[in-house]
């Protein structure tokens, strides 16, 4: 039996897709979230709705270790990798900025964004602006399963950047809560944003 889906946890969802929206990173029904509900259980967005305007049966609860039930996000399988990975993780957000979107075709061959010097790195966990941050990237794949298995092989048990981008796709961040989470978008975005108007400025 499939746990309630809790009201708190989809106002948490539905809070964080009007922000994602408003900031112009989910255009065209782009983007999906997730949120722990219990150590077996996640809460996932619909496939295709629109994610600034997201209403209760918007939302369903599904079982981290079972197959993905139709109808939800297309890419729920790189949802529950993360949850199966890390027990930690309590909220995963992904959404469609155009630095990532730029920047991950820009490196993909190098497979990293590297970014250095940068006050925000500590959005992000490092102690210090003096030091390098290098944001994965992956090859974008529409096969979402074997793609969330290459994502937590390269990943492994301890990732040193809680996010990744896709090549020509988008990014992924995540946290233990919904606000570590947004706050770990947030700081990557930043940092890709400054990377990208730098090499525009060069
Ligand atoms: C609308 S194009 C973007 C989609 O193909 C996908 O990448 C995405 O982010 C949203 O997929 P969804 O199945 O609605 O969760
Ligand atoms: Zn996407």
């Given at each position: 039996m499939l746990p309630a889906l809790p009201?708190?946890?989809?106002?948490?969802?539905?809070?964080?897709?009007r922000y994602a929206a408003s900031r112009g990173w989910v255009p065209a029904t782009s983007g999906n979230f997730s949120r722990r509900v219990d150590a077996?259980?996640?809460?996932?967005?619909r496939s295709g709705i629109d994610?600034?305007?997201?209403?209760?049966?918007d939302v369903a609860v599904i079982a981290i270790d079972e197959p993905v039930p139709p109808r939800l996000s297309a890419e729920t399988p790189l949802h529950l990798a993360r949850y199966r990975s890390d027990?930690?993780?309590?909220?995963v957000?992904?959404?469609?900025?155009?630095?990532?979107?730029?920047?991950s075709r820009l490196?993909?061959?190098?497979?990293?964004?590297?970014?250095?010097?940068?006050?925000?790195?500590?959005a992000i966990g490092v102690r210090t602006h003096e030091s390098?941050?290098?944001?994965?990237?992956?090859?974008?794949?529409?096969?979402?399963?074997?793609?969330?298995a290459r994502v937590e092989a390269r990943l492994g048990a301890d990732p040193a950047v809680p996010g990744y981008l896709l090549a020509g796709h988008g990014i992924y961040a995540w946290g233990a809560t919904a606000a570590d989470a947004r706050r770990h978008l947030e700081g990557l975005e930043f940092l890709?944003?400054?990377?990208?108007e730098e090499r525009r400025l060069r």
């Open positions: 009201g708190a946890v989809v106002e948490e969802i539905a809070a964080f897709g077996r259980h996640a809460a996932v967005t994610k600034g305007a997201i209403a209760p049966g027990a930690a993780v309590g909220a957000f992904h959404v469609h900025t155009v630095a990532a979107t730029v920047l490196y993909e061959r190098e497979g990293v964004v590297r970014t250095d010097g940068l006050e925000m790195h500590k390098t941050v290098e944001i994965p990237i992956f090859a974008n794949d529409q096969d979402t399963f074997a793609l969330a890709l944003a400054c990377h990208l």
